[in-house]
């Protein structure tokens, strides 16, 4: 498959498939747009096998094939040159120097919701938080670049991303219940009185999750330090993605027990102005 082609289809998965984080790529440049597309591609294809209606130990087999394609990619190879994302990712991996071993993070974060693991306390949850969503942080790294020390930055990327993540986790409550899932720690769901599904009483519940949206607003403060060490248009990217999920963890803490009845959402028209602010750079 030509280079060209596989790019444009990482940017079609990113544009159909990616919601809150295309509004931030779009502020991107060229290049930089085009790589991020390819590491958004593979991070849906893993998470669609995650969340796909497979048994488990197909799941688990699908996922060990992954780990394979990234290794190939990680060791300079390619496993398919007929897979737009595996071409495309080859592509940004050569153009920037972008950890793709750090994808398998992302693997092994969906191998434990293939095997339902449960959480028992909060350092659990964050560890998976930091696999999901902190290995994007660190992966984009390789992207955007960053200004002083390296390892700093990627201390906040994963900061911020356990921000991001966590926020996720309350939104999708009911969602993830669905699937036999509940990321919230048990030693914390049992401080609160709350059933261990999280179906109730609905006012337990929600000092739960107004409780846990405290701890993803500290993560906020931290992560958002992020920025500081990013260049104008990454900032806006980063600013942009991060934008759109505080202002939604803001509405889940103004009504916490409303996660228990639908899944709390930003407009178009306020994500558009969340990516706006960003590009003139203007963050909270």
Request: aromatic share 4%; glycine share 8%; proline share 4%.
């Amino acid at each position: 498959m030509r280079t060209a082609e596989a790019l444009q289809r990482c940017e079609e998965i990113t544009r159909t498939e990616a919601r809150n984080f295309s509004y931030g790529i779009r502020l991107l440049p060229k290049s930089k747009r085009q790589a991020m597309s390819a590491l958004y591609a593979m991070a849906r294809r893993i998470d669609d096998v995650g969340d796909g209606p497979l048994p488990q130990d197909e799941k688990l087999a699908e996922l060990a094939e992954i780990r394979t394609d990234i290794d190939t990619l990680a060791d300079g190879g390619l496993s398919d040159p007929d897979d737009p994302v595996l071409v495309g990712l080859r592509h940004a991996i050569d153009r920037f120097p972008i950890p793709a071993a750090a994808l398998n993070e992302i693997v092994a974060g969906c191998e434990q919701d293939a095997v339902g693991k449960e959480y028992a306390t909060i350092d659990e949850t964050e560890e998976y938080c930091r696999l999901v969503a902190g290995s994007v942080g660190r992966l984009s790294l390789g992207v955007f670049g960053a200004r002083g020390d390296p390892d700093r930055a990627a201390e906040l990327a994963d900061v911020l991303g356990v921000a991001l993540q966590l926020t996720n986790i309350l939104r999708d409550i009911v969602e993830d219940r669905g699937m036999g899932r509940v990321y919230l720690p048990t030693a914390d769901i049992e401080r609160f009185g709350c059933a261990p599904d999280l179906t109730g009483p609905a006012d337990a519940v929600g000092e739960l999750v107004a409780f846990e949206a405290e701890r993803a607003e500290r993560h906020f403060a931290e992560g958002l330090k992020l920025l500081d060490v990013l260049d104008h248009r990454s900032r806006a990217c980063t600013g942009a993605m991060a934008g759109i999920y505080h202002r939604l963890l803001a509405r889940i803490a103004e009504t916490p027990t409303a996660v228990l009845e639908r899944r709390m959402s930003l407009s178009t028209g306020e994500k558009l102005r969340v990516a706006l602010r960003s590009l003139a750079g203007v963050t909270t």
